[in-house]
């Protein structure tokens, strides 16, 4: 499974929207955050807008905070939830998106996210967001991955206790630059998404695409992510049956098709044996 993240603050579309289209097509996201989707008049409308410009649908994200999370065809929809941050007096509200989706067999939780210019209201929202994240993600038995415009760069407080708990994937296998912002002359990697080291990251950056249509769409560039998340190999599946049938051969006191008796402290060799593995599906 071969998994594209894809996070862009798009500044509540308030650019050129048809640039924005092609940008957003270019992706080619399995699973795109939003930031600064629109929050104001007609903003279900705008937004599912934005998804149809991509062939994608809007999974999940509330009216405030605007942060939303769109998904593609080729993935299963298990969850879509959103939830308010702490609210800082006088800062703008904060919130985090969440979809749990499905593909090939592998679940994962994504969730998008839009911190504060106001240091310490950023480091307290991250904080809350992969709390929140991680519990989404445990209720489904998936995978965590957390994008978005972190208002920030790598050195700073808040981007490094994101470090800590999940992987800054670009980090991990760059592609460009790196930077995000702005988009007229960027300098800045304030932008990223952090994914759950069970994840081998193949590739994290930017995008090819039109300049012109980069600088037209919005004052932030896009990051994609891809996340590669193989499936067991032979060896494994041979594993776990084996440990399975033995535990099942406790329980009943033989050794089910193979006819012979069990006996404690003899463990059957299943592979020597060449059985075919019944066929295992993923966790979930």
């Keep these: 499974m071969v998994l594209r993240v894809a996070s862009y603050n798009v500044r509540s579309m308030r650019d050129d929207v048809a640039a924005l289209g092609r940008v957003i097509t270019g992706l080619r996201a399995d699973v795109l955050c939003v930031q600064e989707a629109p929050r104001f008049l007609c903003w279900r409308r705008k937004r ?38 702490k609210c800082f007096f006088g800062l703008e509200r904060r919130a985090i998106a969440i979809a749990v989706v499905e593909m090939d067999g592998q679940r994962v939780a994504v969730g998008s996210i839009h911190l504060d210019l106001d240091e310490t209201a950023r480091l307290h929202h991250a904080r809350e967001a992969v709390t929140l994240l991680q519990a989404a993600a445990d209720r489904f038995d998936a995978l965590p991955v957390l994008a978005g415009d972190i208002n920030e760069q790598s050195d700073q407080p808040t981007w490094q206790h994101l470090a800590e708990r999940l992987t800054d994937c670009y980090t991990v296998s760059p592609r460009g630059d790196g930077f995000t912002f702005p988009a007229r002359g960027p300098h800045k990697r304030i932008d990223a998404i952090f994914a759950v080291a069970g994840f081998s990251v193949v590739s994290c950056g930017g995008i090819d695409a039109d300049p012109a249509d980069l600088v037209a769409a919005t004052d932030h560039l896009p990051v994609v992510a891809e996340l590669s998340h193989p499936h067991p190999g032979i060896d494994d599946r041979l594993k776990q049956v084996n440990q399975e049938t033995v535990e099942r051969a406790a329980r009943t006191g033989r050794l089910g098709r193979a006819g012979r008796s069990w006996r404690p402290g003899k463990i059957a060799d299943f592979t020597a044996a060449r059985r075919s593995p019944r066929r295992i599906t993923p966790a979930g």
Aim: glycine share 26%; charged share 20%.
């Design 48 to 85: 599912g807008r934005l998804a149809a410009s991509g062939g994608l649908t809007v999974a999940a994200g509330r009216r405030d905070g605007g942060v939303a999370v769109l998904v593609g065809p080729g993935v299963r929809l298990l969850r879509g939830e959103g939830h308010l941050l």
